[in-house]
């Protein structure tokens, strides 16, 4: 295991085993086995934080989901457990980009590739997405972008 990220889930995993915190211990194990998972459907391991990060962050995206709808369902027992799964992976991203900071980010991506207009708009992420991987959510990137190239 040459990524950090996967060393630091499986000591924390272990951390919480003699915690017996049980709820912690199980998203971690979800993280690792969802890191496992692309392991064995790419048949390679992950030897970078990068990818492990998209995976991450992909969790706490289909949490984020899960959340907004356990919410909507009326289910705020469900939606709280959505919400103590999103602090835990959050732990283990790196530090998240303030909104001043993303807009800068934004703002000289839309510079370097000189966007006019929505047709742009691809380019604009291609640019972004490795820089924000885990640190903002691309969702809200994106409606930044739409609002600065309409």
């Known amino acids: 295991m040459s990524s950090e990220l996967k060393a630091q889930l499986t000591s924390e995993m272990k951390v919480a085993m003699k915690a017996k915190e049980k709820a912690r211990l199980g998203v971690i194990r979800s993280m690792l086995a969802a890191i496992k998972q692309v392991e064995i459907d790419s ?20 949490r984020r989901d899960s959340q907004k709808q356990y919410e909507d369902a009326g289910r705020p027992e469900l939606a709280e457990q959505e919400a103590y799964e999103i602090t835990v992976i959050q732990d283990f991203l790196p ?20 966007a006019a207009s929505m047709q742009d708009m691809g380019k604009v992420m291609a640019i972004l997405k490795p820089k924000m991987q885990g640190r903002a959510d691309m969702a809200v ?10």
């Not at 048949?43 to 289909?62: F, N, R």
């Not at 530090?95 to 839309?110: F, G, K, M, N």
């Open 43 to 62: 048949q390679a391991t992950l030897e970078d934080d990068a990818a492990v990060l998209a995976i991450l962050d992909k969790m706490l995206k289909q």
């Open 141 to 150: 990137v994106s409606k930044i972008i739409k609002a600065k190239l309409s």
């Open 95 to 114: 530090q998240p980009l303030t909104d001043a900071e993303v807009s800068e980010l934004v703002e000289a991506a839309i510079e370097a590739v000189s």
